[in-house]
């Protein structure tokens, strides 16, 4: 694994947990475009070598999942507040998987700044997903971004790389924006006999915010995880 994941607690009012380390339905750290059922409530408290963070996520609607995050670096007295919003464009279909889009720090000082597309696709007893991700989602950057083809103003992204910006911003300029985009994903395999799960995720996060404080970043960008229900 890229990092030590030591405790994942959680609370649901209808459906089991099945949240990511951010809060939202998802993998280990990326996103699925998995929706939990209308009205759920979740809790989670993810404690990592290089972060401890508490959320609260809320199933609006059957398409709009909100997220409220406080996350703190074990290295470094700080703690930041971000919201995050993930909404399903459709649902999965027999040959067409589901798919959504989302923003990951929608107000605050874009410490967490990134944006996504994903999909996610049942096949048997697995789950995959396949993601383009902007900002820290982009990681180094794979492609270049589609959108600057559309309009100057995605060319550049401002970047919170050795400092932090104002808090309680909101900067929708700054969504889908960057030179390039980059792909993260993974698989989720469920047996059917079995009250245990498996995750194999990759995520290109670079980590530069914690970086520049000083803590190491990722190894490898694969993570695997056991979860038990």
């Given at each position: 694994?890229?990092?030590?994941?030591?405790?994942?607690?959680?609370?649901?009012?209808?459906?089991?947990?099945?949240?990511?380390?951010?809060?939202?339905?998802?993998?280990?750290?990326?996103?699925?475009?998995?929706?939990?059922?209308?009205?759920?409530?979740?809790?989670?408290?993810?404690?990592?070598?290089?972060?401890?963070?508490?959320?609260?996520?809320?199933?609006?609607?059957?398409?709009?999942?909100?997220?409220?995050?406080?996350?703190?670096?074990?290295?470094?007295?700080?703690?930041?507040?971000?919201?995050?919003?993930?909404?399903?464009?459709?649902?999965?279909?027999?040959?067409?998987?589901?798919?959504?889009?989302?923003?990951?720090?929608i107000?605050?000082?874009g410490?967490?700044?990134?944006?996504?597309?994903?999909?996610?696709?049942?096949?048997?007893?697995?789950?995959?997903?396949?993601?383009?991700?902007?900002?820290?989602?982009?990681?180094?950057?794979?492609?270049?971004?589609?959108?600057?083809?559309?309009?100057?103003?995605?060319?550049?992204?401002?970047?919170?790389?050795?400092?932090?910006?104002?808090?309680?911003?909101?900067?929708?300029?700054?969504?889908f924006?960057?030179?390039?985009?980059?792909?993260?994903?993974?698989?989720?395999?469920?047996?059917?006999?079995?009250?245990?799960?498996?995750?194999?995720?990759?995520?290109?996060?670079?980590?530069?915010?914690?970086?520049?404080?000083?803590?190491?970043?990722?190894?490898s960008?694969?993570?695997?995880?056991?979860?038990?229900?």
């Amino acid at each position: 694994m890229s990092r030590l994941l030591l405790a994942m607690l959680g609370f649901c009012l209808v459906t089991p947990l099945s949240a990511s380390d951010f809060g939202v339905k998802g993998l280990i750290d990326v996103p699925t475009a998995r929706m939990s059922a209308d009205g759920t409530l979740t809790t989670t408290a993810a404690f990592q070598s290089r972060t401890n963070s508490y959320a609260i996520t809320y199933q609006a609607t059957p398409w709009l999942e909100g997220t409220f995050r406080y996350t703190g670096l074990n290295d470094w007295f700080y703690w930041d507040r971000n919201y995050e919003a993930k909404v399903r464009v459709w649902q999965e279909q027999d040959y067409l998987p589901q798919v959504a889009f989302g923003v990951r720090d929608i107000v605050g000082t874009g410490f967490y700044g990134s944006e996504y597309l994903v999909a996610s696709k049942v096949l048997g007893d697995f789950d995959f997903t396949l993601g383009v991700g902007w900002g820290r989602l982009a990681g180094e950057g794979e492609l270049r971004n589609p959108l600057t083809l559309v309009s100057s103003r995605f060319d550049n992204r401002t970047s919170t790389e050795g400092g932090l910006g104002t808090t309680g911003l909101f900067q929708p300029g700054q969504w889908f924006s960057g030179e390039k985009v980059g792909f993260f994903g993974g698989v989720h395999y469920q047996p059917e006999s079995l009250p245990i799960s498996l995750m194999l995720e990759y995520n290109p996060d670079q980590y530069d915010g914690a970086f520049y404080k000083g803590v190491p970043r990722p190894k490898s960008p694969l993570s695997a995880a056991i979860k038990w229900e």
